[in-house]
């Protein structure tokens, strides 16, 4: 993996690549990045919402940034968790195709090193990000507002909050510290909805 991985592709999942993989990927390592913190800041117009009524999916912010800002969730682990996946390299333009299309709603593309959980040598990864400046970018929003948002949003690729859910089990089974108390408060205050709705 080390001395290869310049001249290779690799993605770096932090959302729903975790549990919806890209195809055409040889290599699944669970691991994390630094210098970032992960909110459902993104307003999602093409898949967990609508033009008329955006979803929320998340982004990462540039840690120096969000500590200027006033956040209702006022910490953050110094990990964002996540897995980095190595593309087949006959297939990696095929698969880049088909990310600018699954990100195409405000995300643009970076570059990060990304932590092996296993220790070894940092990797080169790609990854979107859905930056302040972009329209999609909705900011700091109250916990319990944005839960009831989430709970009711739905689009063409499913319920919103089953990509809440869905991130918080798939964060859970990564590694005993690649829990994100953001998507864990959230996840909670929707499920408590869930049950006062039944």
Sequence with gaps: MGDNSASEFWLYGYGSL???PP????????GYVTGYVRRFWQASEDHRGTPEAPGRVVTLIER?????LTDHHDSAPEKV???????????VAEVKDYLDIREINGYSIHYTPFQPADG???????????????AQFVGPQDPQKLAEHISKSQGPSGLNKDYLLGLDAALEELSPESGDEHIADLARRVRALEHIAK
């Design 18 to 20: 975790i549990w919806k």
């Design 23 to 30: 195809p055409h990927f040889d290599q699944r390592i669970p």
């Design 81 to 91: 968790w996540g897995v980095a996946y190595r593309i087949k390299p006959d297939k």
């Design 64 to 68: 120096s940034y969000w500590e200027e």
């Design 120 to 134: 070894s040598a940092p990797i080169r990864t790609l990854v979107y990000i859905g930056t302040p400046d972009n």
